[in-house]
């Protein structure tokens, strides 16, 4: 059974770096093809997409945040880590971490089919 | 501004069919998928790969595609199904990925 869990900080301040994990079960970043995103949500707006680390360490970012993301992983914990510098009220959102599905026929590319329950981040003095 | 483009809000009374849209240049490339959001909760992938469900997805969800246009019929749509749908898919430069605003379905 696939299941994702973020934790970190609630509140962060202005300028200040986030740091979130995702804890992995029922799955491993070290088996190849798979892959973990961040997606994350402002209050009442749409999902935003984040980026990808794949089980060879390859990483994808949102282009209008790549200078302010860093996506990592621990194999040995079976963790995700998201950090995210400078950070800004209009950050305040509902961050998820989700696992990419490995087996779809065609493109999984996009396709995030386990989700965590997300954390809600506020950025704010 | 998202590169998919979702109706912000469709209704459909209870029992009838409804089909919610996601326009987009990359979708002439690429497969869209499609998630359920409900109030509070995180999202749930329903179509993938355009037109296949996941298991423990109703077969009265269903998806299609043409030309730069994804779409999520709900056949015999259920007060359950109540909730905001997402499409998502590769962006235009293929190595990153989209997701449209968002379709609040409401079931009349």
């Known amino acids: 059974q696939i299941t994702l869990k973020e934790s970190g900080p609630t509140l962060v301040k202005p300028t200040q770096t986030l740091t979130l994990t995702c804890t992995l079960s029922g799955f491993s970043l070290s088996t190849s093809g798979v892959g973990v995103g961040w997606v994350r949500q402002p209050p009442g707006k749409a999902l935003e997409w984040l980026g990808f680390?794949?089980?060879?360490?390859?990483?994808r970012y949102r282009p209008s945040l790549k200078s302010r993301l860093t996506i990592t992983k621990d194999t040995s914990k079976n963790q995700v880590v998201l950090i995210m510098t400078n950070m800004d009220p209009v950050d305040t959102a509902t961050y998820y971490c989700?696992?990419?599905?490995?087996?779809?026929?065609?493109?999984?590319?996009?396709?995030?089919?386990?989700w965590g329950h997300g954390t809600l981040i506020t950025v704010s003095s | 501004s998202s590169e998919l483009t979702q109706d912000p809000a469709v209704s459909v009374a209870l029992g009838q069919t409804v089909r919610i849209t996601c326009q987009g240049d990359s979708l002439r490339y690429y497969s869209a998928s499609w998630y359920q959001q409900k109030p509070g909760q995180a999202p749930v992938l329903v179509i993938f790969d355009e037109h296949n469900r996941p298991s423990g997805i109703p077969d009265r969800f269903s998806g299609s595609s043409s030309g730069n246009t994804a779409s999520l019929t709900v056949t015999g749509a259920q007060a359950e199904d109540e909730a905001d749908y997402y499409c998502?898919?590769?962006?235009?430069?293929?190595?990153?990925?989209?997701f449209g605003g968002g379709t609040k379905l409401t079931v009349l």
């Open positions: 680390i794949y089980w060879n360490d390859a990483k």
């Open positions: 989700a696992h990419r599905r490995t087996n779809c026929g065609g493109d999984c590319y996009s396709v995030l089919d386990y």
């Open positions: 998502n898919s590769r962006g235009s430069s293929g190595d990153h990925v989209v």
